[in-house]
């Protein structure tokens, strides 16, 4: 005990490391006072200790019904950056927050100075992902109230990853939520003039949007189709890197339809010049 209480005094690194599983376990169950409480333990090298600290970070930011807000603030105060995170695979803050639509917790991270957009930098240039790219996180589980402030927070819905990273393409806000079949998600990002030049743009397996909602069928029913196509224009005669078309894809995956026979025995919910043939 006399060893343990002799490191902790003098030797900060030491004291950071012992006190971390306390610090994430009471983080992650919003407990402000006893975040507080190791705050005060650790003063006055709690700052230096803040480096260790980017998992508890992550904790408060994802945990709960709407994330740990008291907890994010004590961590900030006391020298935790916004943008701290385990390491260069570990998912931002920010996304952690977007992708389980704490809508509050977003708002305060971006208040803190969080980057709505892509935050390249170092190693994590070609890291293009839910884990990276808040727009991606919030659209893939349809959260339209974090898409609208991400996007009022200047996210760029029509960014991507450095021109070299992918070969055939990369993943777009609109991508995630038209192969999660989140169609008021959808509709939402089509509203955005950015949005509408992403509508054919291709994933890292040459698909574009439309393809991704008609490639998991029926499941997500037809409301995600009909925006792409009436309201995002899309082309359902585009060129796949793969045998089947686009129209016998929506045929098949979407509307069930036999491929021999024509649309007009078979009504689609699009104008007659979208009408699949």
Not at 25 to 31: E, F, L, N, R, T
Request: net charge negative; charged share 20%.
């Amino acid at each position: 005990t006399h060893s343990l209480t002799h490191s902790l005094t003098h030797s900060p690194h030491k004291q950071a490391e012992c006190l971390a599983p306390s610090m994430e376990a009471a983080a992650a169950g919003g407990h402000a006072e006893a975040v507080n409480e190791i705050i005060l333990a650790l003063a006055p090298s709690a700052s230096m200790a803040a480096s260790r600290w980017s998992l508890a970070f992550s904790n408060a930011c994802s945990g709960g019904q709407s994330g740990h807000l008291h907890v994010v603030r004590a961590l900030v105060e006391a020298g935790v950056e916004v943008e701290s995170r385990r390491d260069g695979h570990a998912a931002r803050p920010l996304c952690l927050a977007a992708n389980r639509g704490h809508s509050d917790m977003v708002t305060l991270l971006l208040q803190l100075g969080a980057h709505p957009g892509y935050d390249a930098d170092g190693d994590r240039a070609l890291h293009w992902n839910k884990q990276s790219v808040p727009l991606l996180a919030a659209a893939a589980e349809g959260h339209c109230e974090v898409l609208e402030l991400l996007l009022a927070a200047g996210a760029d819905p029509a960014e991507g990853p450095p021109a070299t990273a992918f070969a055939l393409g990369f993943e777009t806000p609109l991508h995630q939520a038209a192969e999660h079949g989140h169609a008021e998600a959808v509709a939402l990002l089509l509203r955005d003039p950015r949005v509408q030049q992403t509508v054919e743009w291709h994933d890292q397996q040459g698909f574009p949007a439309l393809v991704r909602c008609a490639r998991q069928g029926q499941r997500f029913g037809t409301d995600v189709v009909r925006a792409l196509v009436v309201d995002g224009q899309a082309n359902v005669r585009a060129e796949l890197p793969c045998t089947l078309d686009i129209t016998e894809i929506i045929r098949k995956r979407i509307y069930k339809i036999p491929t021999q026979r024509v649309c007009l025995q078979y009504p689609l919910p699009f104008p007659t010049s979208f009408c699949l043939r």
